[in-house]
């Protein structure tokens, strides 16, 4: 393959891995799970001065994807955006590393045909738009494999060096780089019984120096954990089969059914947990997973066939012998670091098989290469710079193309739409810190809900320690900490607590809505315009149902209104009214009253949606759901009142209209609406829909 050639299908490759992994990064899938959420506050930490070489929190971390999220975030700020975009560009940089390392073993064919088979894989795809640390282990190993292939090549001491350093800095990437010794030791074991110990001689003082390289490298981290074992080797026990409470008391068992589930999880079933997959997707789609096959079977043949004459002989191994070794590694390399998720609970469980990436690429590669020969009859080295077979790139082509579709359609489609997508991913949470910086009009707002008025550099919130504890993505979205007062004391000594009383500072409280949120009435100021919302849902893995995130009050200064478009017996008016069509056929019905006087007993809603003169819906309720009672209304104070409405699919301009007023349920006084001379004029007002 001329060079030209190659760098135009490198680039081709990298265009496309770039399509998949950044449009709608921070926003497909939608939220920010809460250990992504601790990777942004460690890495907010790390801005801050703090710097470790392991982070304890949340069961424990290694540094490198922090270390690197934590300059993403020094440049774009606090958002969920910074954070994944950090992942977006590790997983471009491991497809251009596999199609090195793959050059580097076998042949710039099989590079670019990992690289593409890579590029297109929604296991990678997915993992280079979520900000999980383990998006860093591939990056590392191809790295580590690409220079350990040149060192063997040239036998230079300087790629031996560099092979060393990448390899402990693995051990700074994820958990499952803890079994990449088992894998290289498999590898070394098999060349030792093909070629006996004279294969490792030429290379025995560049093992050395990168055996020194990577210990060096891993000093401080072994120091770490030789100080903290509990904090660095805790999480493995807790998710390990022989666990009594993972295995129930037969981890045997579990184990035979762990390896058939990893097995599977190439073509047939793979990881259910939505944070990490496509539930129940398998790696490959059919067309990939056979070549995936193909290139089993030739690695198969590597390991248990090795090059005739080559031992025995008193001979060193051949290049083309070396080449069918070289063939053997990926398959090993994958069985022992399928090991990760076949000794813990959930398998198959992508984030702890993520050590097969990238190796695991060249697999489909070796299956898909022997038909892009033109020259069929001929060895495998010797076809590495043959033209190309036009049936062997059109069924390269079709393999990966079909790949590519069959994944990013549901990824982008029903997965990112699917609400069960945003439940695990915790959206809720992240809406609620985004709703906090619209009010207080600073930092990232990309989740925050069109109806939360921002107040400007004067306002301050409370917020329920409930939810300060229980969702870390506030703590790492807010972008201005000081203006938040956690706790809903009104004795606090926040600037809104000790003015807003007066109206002096515009105020917001967030509660647990299922705790007594009348505890938010003491704080907010009068006169104000006041919205009460309901956050998004949330629903945890094992929750049943979905419930309600937060509660928000949000008290914001009045602007100047236009005159009232109805006056109401008992001192109220009406703003006026704007109609939302929802996306389940509902509409939202927004309706704005304005205080005159203090209101003695507690209205509500009746409100009506007509077409063509008949009632097809009605909304009626309290107003602002029964959060803010018109017992609390004083002069002055406007409340924005949203009533949903059921069942009336789009709106019909011309035909319909809506009809409401307020009156009291306990008595049964409907509020008179007043003629210009003050005097009852009916208890409906009738809006027709614009």
Do not use: C
């Not at 280079?128 to 383990?134: H, K, L, N, T």
């Not at 190993?141 to 690409?146: D, I, K, M, S």
């Not at 499952?176 to 098999?190: D, E, K, M, S, V």
């Not at 985004?434 to 400007?456: H, K, Q, Y």
């Amino acid at each position: 393959m001329r060079p030209q050639r190659t760098v135009f299908i490198g680039t081709l490759i990298l265009l496309v891995a770039a399509a998949l992994r950044l449009p709608a990064i921070g926003q497909v899938p939608p939220g920010l799970y809460h250990d992504e959420a601790y990777y942004g506050l460690d890495a907010v930490d790390v801005l801050q001065g703090h710097l470790q070489v392991y982070f304890p929190a949340n069961n424990g971390r290694e540094p490198l994807f922090i270390y690197l999220a934590a300059g993403m975030i020094g440049l774009l700020g606090q958002s969920p955006f910074a954070l994944r975009l950090t992942s977006a560009f590790v997983g471009l940089l491991t497809v251009a590393a596999t199609a090195a390392a793959g050059r580097a073993i076998f042949s710039r064919r099989v590079g670019l045909l990992a690289a593409a088979v890579l590029a297109v894989t929604l296991w990678h795809v997915h993992l280079s738009r979520v900000g999980f640390r383990a998006v860093t282990l591939p990056l590392i190993l191809a790295l580590t494999v690409w220079q350990g292939a040149r060192a063997v090549r040239t036998g230079r001491l300087r790629f031996w060096l560099a092979t060393g350093a990448l390899y402990g800095l693995s051990f700074y990437t994820y958990t499952a780089a803890r079994f990449t010794p088992f894998a290289l030791a498999a590898f070394g074991l098999y060349v030792l019984a093909v070629a006996g110990p004279r294969a490792f001689r030429p290379h025995a003082r560049g093992l050395i120096l990168a055996v020194l390289a990577a210990a060096v490298v891993l000093v401080p981290l072994a120091t770490y954990a030789a100080s903290y074992p509990d904090v660095v080797l805790g999480r493995p026990d807790q998710v390990s089969l022989w666990n009594p409470a993972i295995s129930g008391g037969d981890p045997w068992g579990l184990l035979g059914r762990q390896v058939l589930r990893t097995l599977g999880m190439f073509f047939v079933q793979g990881d259910r947990i939505w944070r990490h997959n496509i539930p129940w997707r398998p790696v490959f789609a059919p067309l990939l997973g056979a070549a995936f096959l193909l290139g089993v079977a030739a690695a198969l043949s590597s390991l248990l066939s090795p090059a005739k004459g080559e031992r025995g002989k008193g001979k060193p191994p051949t290049a083309a012998g070396m080449k069918v070794k070289a063939e053997a590694f990926p398959l090993l390399w994958t069985a022992i670091m399928a090991l990760p998720t076949i000794l813990a609970e959930d398998a198959p469980h992508f984030l702890r098989a993520v050590g097969m990436l990238p190796i695991l690429a060249f697999l489909p590669a070796l299956g898909l290469e022997p038909f892009m020969a033109k020259n069929k009859n001929s060895s495998f080295a010797s076809r590495r710079l043959d033209g190309l077979s036009t049936i062997g790139v059109a069924v390269s082509v079709v393999a990966i193309g079909l790949e590519l579709v069959s994944g990013a359609r549901p990824y982008f489609g029903s997965y990112a739409r699917n609400p069960m997508t945003a439940y695990w991913f915790e959206r809720g949470a992240v809406a609620l810190g985004a709703d906090i910086n619209r009010f207080l009009g600073v930092g990232w707002v990309g989740e925050a809900s069109p109806l939360t008025p921002t107040a400007g550099p004067e306002g301050h919130v409370y917020l329920d320690p409930l939810l300060w504890k229980e969702w870390p993505q506030v703590r790492f979205l807010i972008a201005a900490p000081e203006r938040v007062t956690v706790g809903l004391d009104v004795r606090s000594e926040s600037p809104s607590a000790a003015t807003g009383l007066s109206g002096e500072h515009p105020t917001a409280v967030f509660l647990w809505p299922y705790g007594d949120w009348t505890r938010a009435w003491p704080l907010l100021p009068h006169p104000a315009e006041v919205t009460v919302l309901e956050g998004p849902l949330s629903q945890h893995d094992r929750d049943t149902e979905p419930y309600i995130t937060y509660l928000a009050f949000l008290a914001t200064r009045p602007g100047p209104v236009p005159p009232p478009q109805a006056r109401l017996s008992g001192g109220v008016e009406w703003l006026g009214a704007t109609v939302t069509p929802l996306e389940d056929g509902a509409a939202r019905v927004r309706l704005r009253w304005r205080a005159t006087a203090p209101l003695a007993g507690e209205y509500t809603v009746f409100l009506h949606y007509r077409r063509d003169g008949q009632t097809i819906a009605q909304g009626d309720g309290p107003p602002a759901m029964g959060r803010y009672p018109t017992t609390l209304w004083q002069p002055g104070d406007i409340l924005n009142d949203d009533h949903i409405v059921p069942g009336i699919g789009h709106p019909q301009p011309g035909r319909d209209e809506i009809l409401f007023g307020l009156w009291n349920p306990q008595t049964g006084e409907y509020l008179s609406v007043l003629d210009e001379a003050g005097n009852p004029a009916g208890v409906e007002i009738r809006v027709p829909i614009q």
